[in-house]
């Protein structure tokens, strides 16, 4: 069964401090992966995703992810960390089968940004 | 586009009323999830309907939680009778039909808390 992992619980940089958000996956075939944004009292919005192809994948917000096969990662990274990242990230699996457009979340990354 | 639209935003109810929330998806997108956010359990999906149709209830609780879609605008989520336990932030998301893992767009979800 497909899984997600994400083993920070809390995270904590400093404002312009580069970022990386760690997120690992158990899936059988080549993944469909997300990476979603909750900031507080909100919904959850799509910062990127990878299907297939470069497995450097490029988001909003000046986001990014590789996708490593042989780690079977999909680590999400930012260089500068602005004020206004605060919130909670979440990682995704697509999951196969009767519900093709069914999500797997991980119990997600609460990050906090020093000034 | 007003995005997705969710109602009530608050809820409060003592235990063993009936609770009813509702959902508008953006217009034209055939699928449809309720998701259930706690501290303890994280993201989980509830139900998924596509073109109207429930796919996968799987991860209904119980007995007590029902979900009905008359139409492609409008979606409920009931919960008969209510319990403490269930608690929690409901969000719905829609997502453009015939695209596998099209991009799911979250409502702002509706804060359940009952007493």
């Known amino acids: 069964a497909q899984s997600v992992t994400q083993p920070d619980i809390h995270i904590t940089v400093s404002e312009g401090a580069s970022l990386e958000l760690r997120c690992n996956y158990s899936?059988?075939?080549?993944?469909?992966l997300f990476w979603y944004v909750q900031s507080p009292g909100q919904g959850l919005q799509l910062l990127l995703k990878?299907?297939?192809?470069?497995?450097l994948v490029q988001g909003i917000k000046g986001f990014e992810a590789e996708f490593k096969r042989s780690q079977s990662s999909f680590n999400l990274r930012k260089p500068s960390v602005h004020w206004s990242d605060a919130a909670e990230y979440f990682c995704?699996?697509?999951?196969?089968?009767?519900?093709?457009?069914?999500?797997?979340f991980g119990t997600g990354t609460l990050l906090a940004v020093q000034p | 586009d007003a995005g997705v639209i969710q109602s009530p935003r608050h809820e409060v109810t003592e235990m063993g009323q009936e609770v009813t929330l509702r959902c508008k998806p953006i217009?034209?997108?055939?699928?449809l999830f309720w998701y259930r956010q706690t501290m303890m359990r994280g993201l989980e999906l509830l139900i998924y309907?596509?073109?109207?149709?429930?796919?996968?209830d799987s991860g209904m609780p119980e007995d007590r939680f029902s979900a009905k879609m008359p139409n492609a605008s409008f979606s409920t989520l009931k919960i008969q009778p209510s319990e403490p336990r269930d608690s929690a932030v409901y969000f719905c998301?829609?997502?453009?039909?015939?695209?596998?893992?099209?991009?799911?767009?979250f409502g702002p979800g509706t804060r359940l808390l009952v007493l």
């Open positions: 998301a829609s997502s453009p039909g015939g695209v596998t893992f099209g991009t799911q767009y």
């Open positions: 899936y059988g075939a080549t993944p469909y």
């Open positions: 990878y299907f297939s192809g470069d497995t």
């Open positions: 995704a699996v697509g999951a196969e089968g009767g519900a093709t457009n069914k999500l797997i």
């Open positions: 217009s034209g997108h055939n699928s």
């Open positions: 309907f596509n073109n109207n149709v429930p796919i996968d």
